[in-house]
């Protein structure tokens, strides 16, 4: 028996209002271009509406003028989504604040997740959105999963609650002297002073 292995996300289809709702939110707000527009081939009442969030992958809209937008917030039940996050700079990061109380969007406030920081509001449909900057950035060449999978063996080397900036720095550390070769023999850390 062999696993099916997938390679990454292809994309993400939510269920939207209708097509303006979409349009303002995933550009006008997160400034995701829209890039493609057909019909839902499964239901040709519905628009299907493509938006490049800048990493490769598509995020799309089922949309249905027919269809209002609700604030309530979207079921967390069992199979539901939860949230769905999205990576923004730093430099974004300190601005998101700022930008969502200019349009009056509710909001939590930044959040330390130690190895990144996070902030959570609602679409016009009531999906959590969470914006999140990482605290890092892995060697050339190593993916970002790779980074997170050793510095969660640090921390659970050290008995600690979370991973934390110790962690990832450590762990960089780690993967960068496993990654690169040198000339030296000794490749521990020294005081040159």
């Not at 939510?14 to 303002?24: E, K, M, N, P, Y």
């Not at 519905?46 to 604030?71: A, C, K, N, V």
């Not at 990144?116 to 009531?126: A, E, N, Q, V, W």
């Not at 605290?135 to 921390?155: D, I, N, S, W, Y």
Request: hydrophobic letters at 35%.
């Amino acid at each position: 028996m062999q696993k099916i292995q997938v390679q990454g996300i292809h994309h993400i289809t939510l269920v939207g209002a209708d097509r303006q709702t979409s349009i303002d939110f995933w550009e006008g707000l997160l400034g995701m271009p829209f890039v493609f527009e057909q019909p839902n081939l499964d239901d040709g009442q519905q628009s299907h509406l493509y938006f490049d969030p800048g990493d490769g992958r598509l995020i799309t809209i089922f949309t249905d003028e027919q269809r209002r937008p609700s604030s309530t917030p979207a079921p967390q039940d069992i199979g539901c989504v939860h949230h769905l996050a999205l990576t923004v700079s730093l430099a974004t990061f300190r601005q998101v604040v700022e930008r969502l109380d200019e349009r009056g969007i509710t909001h939590s406030g930044p959040k330390d997740r130690g190895f990144m920081d996070s902030i959570y509001f609602r679409d016009p449909l009531g999906l959590l959105i969470e914006l999140a900057c990482y605290r890092f950035t892995p060697p050339e060449g190593v993916p970002m999963g790779q980074v997170m999978l050793e510095a969660h063996k640090l921390r659970l080397a050290r008995g600690d609650y979370n991973i934390q900036e110790i962690h990832l720095a450590d762990a960089i550390e780690n993967l960068t002297r496993s990654s690169r070769q040198s000339l030296s023999d000794d490749r521990s850390p020294k005081n040159p002073y």
